[in-house]
């Protein structure tokens, strides 16, 4: 497992003492937003879809760090948008240093080089690097050619001056298994810390809807993805929601586990969904139905939903809420997850477009732009 054994201690006597003092509720990681802007438009980001005015806005670090102290997760992800252009990012980062939490930076990399000395090495702050595949599927993910050669001289710079460095994988429907495990073995080699891998959430306002997946698709394609793992891949993810992604655990959604706070507040009623929003952390908590959210509601946005931020905070409290689960996690990490039997090549997709192209040649003909600065 790609966790530090500080980091890994933290989260579980967080989580012990959460169910010793019998809270139902509670948050694991703090999904911060400190701005929608990106560098990049990805055919599977639904985040950026919004007007130029709220483009231009991010929140304060006076404004994060009351978030953080509101919210009082051990973790807090800092995704965006680009969290590289904010202009006061190494302020939050260090706001947050000092607070003792532990902080993955998510970024797509390409202003990492040029800003990485405003940070100093820290076991609490992690670069998490947004590689959605080896060059040919993220560039097509990123919608820019170049992007993928960015990001990899951009960990080699972060790991060679000792920060701590993981990947960020949103798969989609046009991911090659193979592909992706050769990916892994690279990542691996050049010393990435963990690798952490989700299906895409089916956002309304992606460009690109035909790319995501449906929940037995996902399984099919994480059964292949990981089918057979490597002992030396590392993933910073629980080993229970691995087995989730290949069909070989069940856990139900956590929607309150990763919250998000963003430009507009607190966001109801997870990172995916935007159904209005809180004005505080516990109001999120005290006024959402949450019987509404999760594959078991019979809720049509969560059919599907498969995502990390749904359902790995169910993975690890289920980790600690039964021996079973318990029992589970300490074999995985122990002797692995063992030969998996790998399923059957699907046959490739045969929808059309009104030009007669099958998808996978909509996909092939589509050109990227070149990633120039």
Not at 331 to 356: C, R, W, Y
């Amino acid at each position: 497992m790609g966790v530090p054994i500080s980091q890994a201690w933290t989260v579980a006597s967080y989580v012990l003492g959460k169910r010793f003092r019998g809270v139902k509720r509670y948050p694991l990681v703090l999904m911060l937003e400190p701005l929608f802007r990106c560098n990049l438009a990805c055919a599977g980001c639904g985040k950026i879809q919004y007007p130029a005015e709220i483009l231009k806005r991010h929140l304060t670090p006076e404004q994060c760090f009351k978030a953080v102290d509101e919210c009082g997760a051990p973790m807090v992800s800092i995704p965006g948008g680009e969290p590289l252009l904010h202009p006061e990012i190494d302020q939050i980062v260090e706001g947050l240093v000092a607070r003792k939490k532990y902080i993955y930076l998510c970024t797509n990399a390409i202003l990492l080089e040029k800003h990485i000395d405003r940070f100093k090495p820290s076991k609490y702050l992690t670069f998490s690097i947004h590689l959605d595949g080896p060059r040919e599927e993220h560039d097509f993910a990123v919608c820019r050619e170049g992007v993928y050669d960015v990001a990899i001289s951009a960990i080699k710079v972060a790991v060679a001056k000792g920060f701590r460095v993981t990947t960020n994988t949103t798969v989609y429907n046009n991911a090659d298994p193979d592909s992706m495990r050769e990916m892994f073995d690279t990542m691996m080699g050049m010393g990435v810390e963990g690798m952490m891998i989700s299906p895409g959430y089916q956002y309304e306002k992606a460009p690109s809807q035909e790319l995501f997946l449906r929940r037995a698709q996902t399984v099919s394609l994480f059964q292949r993805i990981l089918g057979n793992a490597k002992k030396k891949w590392k993933f910073n993810l629980s080993p229970l929601f691995l087995e989730f992604l290949k069909g070989k655990w069940d856990l139900e959604c956590t929607p309150w586990g990763m919250p998000a706070y963003n430009l507009f507040g607190w966001q109801r009623p997870c990172y995916l969904l935007n159904e209005g929003y809180c004005e505080t952390f516990q109001e999120l908590l005290d006024t959402t139905d949450w019987s509404k959210y999760g594959r078991a509601s019979g809720n049509a946005k969560c059919a599907d939903c498969m995502v990390h931020c749904g359902y790995e905070a169910t993975a690890v409290a289920d980790t600690f809420g039964s021996f079973k689960a318990f029992a589970r996690v300490a074999k995985l990490t122990v002797f692995g997850p063992g030969k998996d039997p790998m399923p059957p090549i699907e046959p490739p997709s045969s929808e059309t477009n009104g030009d007669g192209n099958s998808a996978d040649e909509q996909v092939r003909n589509i050109r990227l732009p070149v990633l120039t600065s």
